[in-house]
């Protein structure tokens, strides 16, 4: 979703080719042997894995919404701080919170906990302003968004009536968006029909 959403934002145009991890093409393991999706294969040939790389590749090429706070060094700073902090921490503990659910552990509620460290620090951002960093969204808005999303599945009758409502007004506000339907318009499976489809 983060590598859709980056080259959206960037008015990027290219093509897609859906796949199921399960039936993964030879094209793609010639690509990236290690055979996980995103990958974005440029022009030049040089091949990009990592959805949060795919972000900023798009977003360097345009970036009309100023997503990177390019003109403000250290606002770009906390932006990218805040994404490791998603990558590095926030989603290792959603991981563990998920298989909890799954598998009826009975230590969901500390790993639900160690998860909330990162929405507390998110809901805390969202007291005074819409979006993570201000008025107008950043890259960590949608850089994180998917990862809270999945954090609010896990138990949303629990989510729902937690202290986190500015997160909860942020994420609907995504949720709800064009650019959010766009994101996750489904195409044929590439495996089926050998075509390329225009990705917008």
């Not at 701080?81 to 998603?86: A, T």
């Not at 998920?98 to 909330?116: F, G, K, P, T």
């Not at 942020?170 to 318009?185: A, C, D, I």
Request: charged share 25%.
């Amino acid at each position: 979703m983060r590598a859709r959403l980056g080259i959206l934002l960037a008015n990027q145009q290219v093509y897609i080719r859906e796949i199921v991890t399960k039936d993964k093409p030879e094209e793609l393991l010639e690509r990236s042997p290690k055979g996980t999706v995103p990958v974005l294969v440029l022009p030049n040939g040089k091949v990009i894995e990592q959805s949060l790389d795919v972000m900023m590749w798009a977003l360097q090429q345009n970036d009309p919404q100023d997503l990177l706070r390019s003109s403000n060094p250290s606002l770009s700073v906390q932006i990218h701080q805040l994404i490791q902090h998603n990558d590095n921490e926030f989603i290792g503990h959603l991981e563990k919170y998920r298989a909890s659910i799954r598998y009826r552990n009975d230590d969901i509620e500390h790993r639900r906990n160690l998860c909330e460290t990162f929405i507390s620090d998110l809901e805390v951002k969202l007291n005074h302003h819409d979006y993570l960093f201000g008025d107008s969204p950043s890259l960590a808005d949608f850089a994180v968004m998917p990862f809270v999303s999945q954090f609010v599945r896990v138990e949303k009758k629990w989510f729902v009536q937690s202290e986190y409502q500015n997160v909860g007004r942020w994420l609907r506000t995504h949720l709800e968006s064009k650019l959010y339907t766009q994101v996750m318009k489904q195409y044929p499976l590439w495996n089926d029909i050998k075509q390329d489809c225009l990705f917008r």
